[in-house]
């Protein structure tokens, strides 16, 4: 393995609002408005804290640098599903295949450790690479999701797919 994943915290902060404030990352989220260090800590307070979401960093093993984040939003534990979500926000980890060791590793985790049976992801009908990744990942496309509007005004296909994990 190339990455490992370790449970985010509040010293993560100045990378992630670095990270979705790269327009590479923000453009491929629904949610484009620029992220600030008050809001990432509102979403650590209200949103990590409560369990909703299980958000992780994504380390390479070498070097322990911190590359990217992937979580899982929206957790539900009647149905055991969860939104899956990830980025890579280093712009030199690109295309090492970071992104695919990821989603195993997280995968694995939502399965084993909060005994999740169902992931669902949203990802923009145009970001081949992307799906590409979930594809790697096991994720298979479920519904066509038209026109969806972004924060920004933008309207863009998007795809759902899913992950069964048991």
């Known amino acids: 393995m190339k990455v490992y ?31 600030t260090e008050e809001g990432h800590k509102r979403w650590m307070d209200t949103r990590v804290a409560s369990g909703e979401v299980v958000q992780m960093i994504i380390c390479e093993n070498e ?18 599903e969860a939104e899956y979500g990830i980025f890579i926000g280093e712009d030199d980890a ?15 985790y939502a399965r084993d450790e909060l005994g999740l049976k169902r992931l669902i992801l949203r990802v923009f009908k145009d970001n081949e690479p ?9 994720f298979k496309k ?13 309207v863009k296909d998007m795809i759902l797919m899913e992950k069964v994990l048991w």
């Open 63 to 80: 070097t322990d640098k911190a590359v990217g984040s992937v979580y899982l939003r929206d957790i539900d534990n009647a149905t055991k």
């Open 142 to 154: 479920c519904q066509e999701l038209p026109a969806v509007e972004c924060s920004d005004g933008a």
């Open 5 to 35: 994943i370790r449970k985010i915290d509040y010293d993560d902060t100045a990378l992630i609002v670095k990270w979705r404030n790269n327009p590479r990352v923000r453009n491929n989220f629904i949610y484009r408005e620029v992220f």
């Open 94 to 108: 690109i295309g090492k295949g970071y992104g695919n060791e990821a989603a195993d590793l997280m995968c694995d």
């Open 130 to 138: 992307a799906r590409k990744s979930y594809e790697h990942a096991g």
